[in-house]
């Protein structure tokens, strides 16, 4: 453990981490609780922080002078990136890939046919923890532009793909 806010004989202490120059106590110690922030969040902020209490001739209990949370820092996905495999012509089978570099929880995807004919897709055909959509027994009709939508909790972002049968 790294101590990082510090408040001891009337002194407020920041240490040198690199959350220095994003935190601090959020209220003066003297007139609320000891509660602290963090600004700009970032996902390496990540992890456990662990709060101690010790008041001047007070009996000392770990169980009691010691509070204990987990921060987990949720990603938005980065921009997805679409891509074609296989040949698309008539009669054959292509599979669309979607793929994010960032995002955390891992993101979801789910594709989507775009107007005129507007077409939502279901497994088995897309796979939404990889990304996939397979297009089986290619047709002309199935020509069109099909959008993937890469999300999770804290946001999403679309990679769109244009395929010509």
């Not at 601090?24 to 969040?41: D, R, W």
């Not at 009691?64 to 987990?72: A, E, P, R, T």
């Amino acid at each position: 453990p790294v101590q990082i806010l510090s408040y001891l004989g009337g002194v407020e202490k920041v240490e040198e981490t690199d959350l220095k120059p994003r935190m601090g106590f959020l209220y003066p110690i003297h007139t609320h609780n000891i509660s602290m922030f963090i600004n700009a969040t970032q996902e390496q902020d990540s992890g456990q922080y662990m709060c101690t209490v010790n008041v001047v001739d007070d009996t000392i209990r770990l169980d009691k002078n010691v509070g204990i949370i987990n921060l987990s820092v949720l990603v938005p996905p980065a921009a997805p990136t679409c891509q074609l495999h296989g040949n698309a012509v008539v009669g054959a089978n292509v599979t669309l890939s979607c793929s994010s570099k960032k995002g955390k929880p891992s993101p979801m995807y789910q594709w989507q046919r775009e107007s005129p004919t507007l077409q939502v897709f279901f497994p088995p055909a897309q796979d939404w923890a990889r990304g996939t959509l397979k297009l089986t027994n290619l047709s002309l009709e199935m020509s069109g532009v099909y959008v993937c939508r890469a999300e999770n909790q804290a946001g999403s972002k679309n990679c769109s793909i244009v395929l010509e049968v």
